[in-house]
């Protein structure tokens, strides 16, 4: 039986353990007879170059200290993050590859899987991929692998049942496999990550329910599977752990009302991503917050009603609007994500977002903006001109996919999006009671959730 390593790569924010490894090494624990060992390089990557902000991250009485030393960190880790990748593009190995390495050959296997859930972690996953290449057999997945990766990889695989026939080196009988099993959080050292209480990551279902908005590409051709709930109550019990927040892309009211009812005997706390529809009502949310919901990431988008419905987020401003103050008077902390320059976005309607904004101070604890960037598959992009885009150009980079350019035939462009959203820096600001790292540090928000 060969011995597999799983990996999770820098870069990103060390404040929970990663979903996507913990699932695969629980589905293969479940399924494989062979020695499984997990390595979370990101975690080791800033445990040893940031000990003194992992310490601080870890306290729980470090909240009035908060914005000025995550404001530190964040430029000094983006700092590196970026001298970091600037080395792997030019074929230097990046700060610290010796000390990681070194973690991944003193476990001696005889097949790496790397798992890669966003782009940034690709810089150091292609440096680990060439140096492992001949020695030890190297397996990519995960929604943020590209053609380069998979140049260099020894295999690129779909899911964990190709992970484990590819180590089996064999088919296996998929009406066989045990799926029935608890996602063990337990292989990782929980206190080491970046935060003063263990938040545990829980999916409830593989792709969105939704998939209209027209700019994201996320699942757009994966089959929409919820998992059994009993399994997850099973999984929150097993892991004994107070916090969780809930990765799904989306999740319906009907879903939602069904997993409170589930734990609502449990004294969790939690946080998930929503959609501010009008099916949100007051009851809705009384029963969620008396559930442990304490703090929702609403996909606000825009407070211009053409916008929306140009996105097809299938909300309205009005409805938004009640939804947010019904949520907080539930003593459910609020994050709006907003998002600046999509194509023909004027600036008046710039403005009415920014307006929207100001009048929902009193309910918005947090705002988490972006401005719009154009992705290969997407509604938007495989039907650009009706969305009056054009010159659709790509650039090829080093490591990550092409970048994609193009021209708005009305409205903002994106550089006139950019100016404006700093200009208003200040105004956004204001509305904040959250501290604004926590827009990259989520769970710290949930654990602080009762500071008012």
């Known amino acids: 039986m060969k011995k597999i390593l799983l990996i999770y790569a820098p870069f990103c924010t060390p404040a929970s353990p990663p979903f996507s490894l913990t699932s695969m090494f629980s589905f293969l624990k479940a399924n494989y007879e062979g020695e499984i060992g997990v390595l979370d390089l990101n975690l080791e990557f800033h445990k040893l170059k940031f000990p003194k902000y992992g310490s601080f991250f870890q306290d729980k009485t470090a909240w009035a200290d908060y914005e000025k030393i995550s404001s530190d960190y964040f430029k000094e880790s983006s700092e590196v993050y970026s001298k970091s990748n600037l080395s792997v593009v030019g074929e230097i190995n990046p700060e610290l590859f010796d000390d990681l390495i070194k973690q991944i050959y003193d476990s001696k296997p005889d097949v790496v899987a790397f798992s890669l859930v966003y782009s940034s972690q690709a810089f150091y996953v292609l440096s680990l991929l060439k140096a492992l290449k001949g020695k030890i057999k190297t397996v990519i997945g995960g929604p943020a692998i590209n053609e380069k990766l998979s140049l260099v990889a020894d295999k690129t695989l779909n899911d964990e049942v190709e992970l484990l026939e590819f180590i089996s080196e064999k088919n296996v009988d998929k009406d066989k496999l045990n799926f029935d099993y608890t996602t063990d959080f337990k292989v990782h050292n929980l206190k080491e990550y970046f935060t003063p209480e263990i938040v545990i990551p829980i999916k409830t279902s593989n792709s969105c329910y939704y998939k209209q908005c027209v700019f994201c590409n996320h699942h757009q051709s994966s089959k929409y599977v919820e998992y059994p709930l009993d399994l997850i109550k099973k999984n929150i019990e097993f892991s004994k752990q107070k916090y969780f927040f809930l990765i799904d892309d989306m999740i319906s009211v009907s879903r939602l009302l069904e997993f409170a009812d589930l734990v609502k005997d449990l004294n969790i706390r939690w946080a998930c991503q929503l959609r501010p529809t009008k099916d949100y009502t007051n009851e809705v949310l009384s029963k969620l917050s008396k559930a442990g919901l304490k703090m929702v990431i609403w996909g606000v ?49 710039f403005l009415d977002t920014i307006n929207f904004l100001k009048e929902q101070t009193e309910y918005v604890d947090l705002v988490s903006t972006s401005i719009f960037g154009l992705q ?51 105004t956004i600001d204001k509305i904040n009671k959250y501290p604004k790292g926590m827009n990259y540090f989520r769970e710290h928000m949930l654990v602080f959730s009762n500071k008012d």
């Open 301 to 349: 988008e825009s407070g211009n009603q053409r916008i929306l419905d140009l996105i097809k987020k299938g909300t309205n401003v009005t409805d938004v609007k009640r939804v947010l103050k019904d949520s907080h008077d539930n003593k459910i902390k609020n994050v709006t994500y907003i998002m600046f320059g999509f194509p023909s976005e004027t600036t008046e309607e």
């Open 376 to 426: 290969s598959n997407t509604i938007i992009y495989n039907e650009s001109s009706r969305f009056g885009i054009n010159n659709i150009t790509t650039v090829e980079r080093t490591v990550l996919e092409p970048k994609i350019t193009y021209e708005s035939t009305s409205g903002l462009t994106k550089k006139e999006a950019i100016k404006m959203r700093d200009n208003y820096k200040k």
